[in-house]
């Protein structure tokens, strides 16, 4: 099943259970939201989980766009990216949790072909606040799935005030065909984690209280890359479908490591994602962020071969993302902007050597001496601490 064919087995699930598809939002927040980007599926409906009325009902699915900056050193394994989908649905008051995880349960075995044998769940246990989710577990002991409690991994939270409530996850075997499932979720990786259920159920004051909602609703979250990734057998994000076309294409233009190839793979698709989204590149805010992605997959690409140069980057990889994200902008200005920071950071590269040389900073460098370098020089730590890294590896 390709990644297309899964997003619409997805939704069709779901609305032939009475859910309507809605739009799923671009990466940008609200301007009254303080975050910077869109974090997870259900951060855009944050208001009506909280009560107030949705336009198109109770019922809801979608595909929603995210972008996580905390995993950034992560990039380059097998399953962290930057800009990622989230398939969710979602009941404002309508069904309750042991519905939503029965048809999480049938759409994972039935739809998507999942054995039985090859699913565990885990589930809420309790603390001082809030007793053991028995609803969740019951439900999972009646369809038959081993079931493991824990405690500060089935609870949600997007922060230390808002929403929040139990979840249930649904995890999936990855070991090998000859393998059979052992242990637990908590004590084998080989159980990947594929869909979260949270029952959110009350909302966290600033004193740690937690008051009940007048309306507790269904949000669940299931990682499309991870899902495909599960689905089509890979070990590896990078391996599906939805990635061939940057492996295949860029390998043939540059020779890469694999973890290198792989972070320069998400950093560019990424940052025509941020791009497609009217998002343009400054010192701070969203600005840089996507300043900081670019210079990161330039900082990889030029670390062995200087020459290399984005201006080589195949078209039809901007086209087919902006067209996967459903980014209507076109692909020229994408180009552009991303050609104009290449230049930039070249330039920019060229001055902090220069300014590197000089006597006074041959030795170790104290915060006074990064404060100055970024103050008098625009030169951010970051890419002081790569200049430095590069001198040593020359001096050896």
Do not use: K
């Amino acid at each position: 099943m390709n990644t297309d064919e899964t997003v619409r087995t997805f939704t069709d699930f779901f609305r032939e259970r009475g859910h309507r598809l809605i739009t799923g939002s671009t990466l940008l927040p609200p301007p009254s939201d303080p975050v910077l980007f869109t974090t997870s599926g259900m951060h855009p409906l944050t208001p009506y989980l909280l009560g107030r009325p949705h336009p198109e009902g109770r019922r809801l699915v979608n595909v929603q766009r995210c972008l996580r900056t905390t995993d950034l050193d992560e990039i380059g394994d097998s399953t962290h990216l930057t800009v990622f989908e989230m398939l969710g649905s979602w009941s404002l008051g309508d069904y309750g949790h042991a519905q939503s995880l029965r048809w999480g349960y049938e759409l994972l075995r039935d739809g998507f072909g999942i054995p039985q044998g090859r699913m565990y769940a885990t589930v809420f246990g309790g603390d001082d606040q809030v007793g053991p989710d028995t609803e969740s577990l019951c439900t999972w002991r009646e369809l038959g799935l081993p079931v493991e409690l824990t405690r500060e991994e089935n609870w949600w939270d997007n922060g230390p005030v808002g929403p929040c409530g139990p979840d249930s996850e649904i995890f999936v075997w990855t070991g090998d065909s000859g393998t059979p499932p052992q242990g637990s979720p908590t004590t084998d990786p080989r159980w990947v984690e594929v869909w979260n259920h949270v029952l959110m159920r009350y909302h966290r004051h600033e004193n740690g209280s937690l008051e009940p909602l007048h309306r507790p609703g269904i949000d669940t979250g299931m990682g499309l890359e991870r899902l495909v990734t599960v689905l089509q057998g890979r070990t590896s994000v990078y391996e599906t479908d939805l990635f061939e076309p940057w492996t295949t294409l860029l390998s043939s233009l540059w020779d890469l490591d694999e973890p290198s190839m792989r972070l320069v793979c998400d950093h560019l698709r990424s940052s025509i994602v941020v791009l497609g989204d009217g998002v343009r590149p400054s010192n701070t805010g969203r600005g840089y962020v996507l300043r900081r992605l670019t210079r990161r997959l330039l900082t990889t690409l030029w670390r062995d071969d200087p020459s290399r140069t984005l201006s080589d980057l195949p078209v039809e990889l901007l086209e087919g993302t902006l067209d996967h994200f459903r980014q209507t902008g076109g692909s020229s200005p994408v180009r552009e902007v991303l050609l104009d920071e290449e230049r930039r950071f070249g330039t920019l590269l060229e001055r902090g050597r220069r300014v590197l040389s000089r006597p006074e900073f041959q030795g170790p460098l104290d915060e006074g001496d990064y404060a100055y370098l970024h103050d008098t020089h625009g030169l951010p730590r970051d890419l002081v601490a790569g200049l430095l890294r590069t001198r040593r590896v020359v001096q050896r």
